[in-house]
């Protein structure tokens, strides 16, 4: 026992010594970097902004929907529905929309949907189909001869369709016994 306690105290010496030595090494290898690996870091930290970036990315957003309702304020508040004709429609699902139009102004309705009334601005169309919208509430109201439908932009998705004020359904209903009778 008297030989081996010696021997392990110097074998635990040299391994000591040994990682001594050998540590600086092994800390400037991996100090160094790989080309690709810097690049990819790079771009990373570009994608992640800075919480102030953030921050400041939030009110430049807040800021210009400040401005583009301070721009056109009729897009945002509610429209005044005196003097005007109204329609209303029936659409699928049992949905109710009602329409009012002043003759005097044909580039703007005022369209009540779920108990809010909307002012939409007319947008020009090759097809005579007729088109409204209000860009800040992401509302489309398409009108054709048959039916209209109502979109939303912002949700892509359809929220009233195959729409028809008395008249539309007068038409459908004469036309359909003419139809069946040939």
């Not at 570009?46 to 056109?72: D, E, F, I, R, S």
């Not at 209303?88 to 044909?106: F, H, R, S």
Request: hydrophobic content about 50%; glycine content about 4%; aromatic content about 4%.
């Amino acid at each position: 026992m008297a030989i081996l306690l010696p021997k392990m105290i110097a074998a635990c010496a040299v391994a000591l010594a040994a990682a001594v030595v050998c540590a600086p090494a092994s800390a400037a290898v991996a100090k160094e970097k790989h080309p690709k690996a810097e690049a990819v870091l790079k771009a990373q930290a570009k994608k992640k902004p800075t919480k102030k970036a953030q921050a400041a990315a939030a009110a430049a957003a807040a800021a210009a929907a400040a401005a583009a309702v301070a721009a056109n304020p009729l897009e945002v508040n509610e429209p005044d529905i005196a003097d005007t004709k109204v329609t209303e429609y029936a659409c699928e699902l049992g949905n109710k929309i009602t329409i009012y139009t002043n003759e005097t102004d044909d580039s703007h309705i005022a369209l009540r949907w779920k108990q809010r009334l909307h002012r939409l601005s007319r947008i020009g169309t090759t097809t005579g189909a007729l088109r409204f919208e209000n860009p800040h509430y992401g509302l489309i109201w398409i009108g054709i001869p048959a039916k209209g439908i109502l979109l939303d932009s912002k949700l892509n998705r359809q929220l009233a369709n195959e729409c028809k004020n008395a008249e539309q359904s007068a038409i459908v209903a004469t036309a359909a016994p003419e139809a069946s009778t040939t």
